[in-house]
């Protein structure tokens, strides 16, 4: 029983660092996403700039008489960044609402996993709530992406209510023993 545990906890700690990088990567996503969405919502004004020996354009977030502050914007190479050119990094609410989703399940996940990590038995009351929570978020999420949301939402709440079957079962043997 302890190497099943010992294993348990290993591979947790595995997929919980991968998680992590996930999330992270997800809200450097997310935060482009938003970055981007607000840039061409708003249709920002925007003013001239010179960097590089090269005038562009960049939005200006605020300005108050002559005092600008301007959208950071991300230099590549010498010559630039025309933001005219960047149609690509245009993103709907929904991609951002997906985005936003997507980071929830993922925390919710690595809550899972950390849990695991820690404790090493799946069978616990924590475990199977931090489940049903997860089937929540993946059920919000399938409103947002339709179908495939729904049936992981349904999947983790069949998981859900198995680890809650284990869970029942493990306390039945804690106490006959």
Same mark, same amino acid.
């Given at each position: 029983?302890? @190497?099943?545990?010992?294993?348990?906890?290993?591979?947790?700690?595995?997929?919980?660092? $991968?998680?992590?990088?996930?999330?992270?990567?997800? !809200?450097?996503?997310?935060?482009?996403?938003?970055?981007?969405?607000?840039?061409? @919502?708003?249709?920002?004004?925007?003013?001239?700039?010179?960097?590089?020996?090269?005038?562009?354009?960049? #939005?200006?977030?605020?300005?108050?008489?002559?005092?600008?502050?301007?959208? #950071?914007?991300? !230099?590549?190479?010498?010559?630039?960044?025309?933001?005219?050119?960047? /149609?690509?990094?245009?993103?709907?609410?929904? /991609?951002?609402?997906? @985005?936003?989703?997507?980071?929830?399940?993922?925390?919710?996940?690595?809550?899972?996993?950390?849990?695991?990590? /820690?404790?090493?038995? #799946?069978?616990?009351? /924590?475990?199977?709530?931090?489940?049903?929570?997860?089937?929540?978020? $993946? $059920?919000?999420?399938?409103?947002?992406?339709?179908?495939?949301?729904?049936?992981?939402?349904? !999947?983790?709440?069949? +998981?859900? +209510?198995?680890?809650?079957?284990?869970?029942?079962?493990?306390?039945?043997?804690?106490? @006959? $023993?």
């Amino acid at each position: 029983m302890e @190497t099943h545990t010992e294993r348990i906890r290993r591979f947790s700690k595995v997929i919980y660092i $991968l998680l992590k990088i996930a999330f992270i990567a997800f !809200i450097v996503v997310g935060a482009v996403e938003v970055v981007s969405w607000f840039m061409t @919502t708003l249709a920002l004004h925007t003013g001239t700039v010179i960097l590089g020996g090269k005038s562009i354009e960049v #939005p200006i977030l605020f300005k108050l008489g002559e005092f600008k502050i301007y959208m #950071p914007i991300f !230099i590549m190479g010498e010559s630039g960044v025309d933001l005219s050119g960047f /149609d690509f990094l245009t993103f709907s609410f929904g /991609d951002v609402l997906r @985005t936003a989703f997507t980071i929830v399940v993922l925390a919710h996940a690595k809550s899972i996993f950390l849990a695991l990590r /820690d404790n090493g038995s #799946p069978f616990r009351e /924590d475990v199977v709530k931090k489940f049903k929570r997860l089937a929540i978020a $993946l $059920l919000c999420v399938g409103v947002v992406t339709g179908i495939v949301g729904f049936l992981a939402a349904g !999947i983790v709440w069949v +998981l859900c +209510l198995i680890f809650d079957y284990g869970c029942a079962l493990q306390n039945e043997s804690d106490t @006959t $023993l």
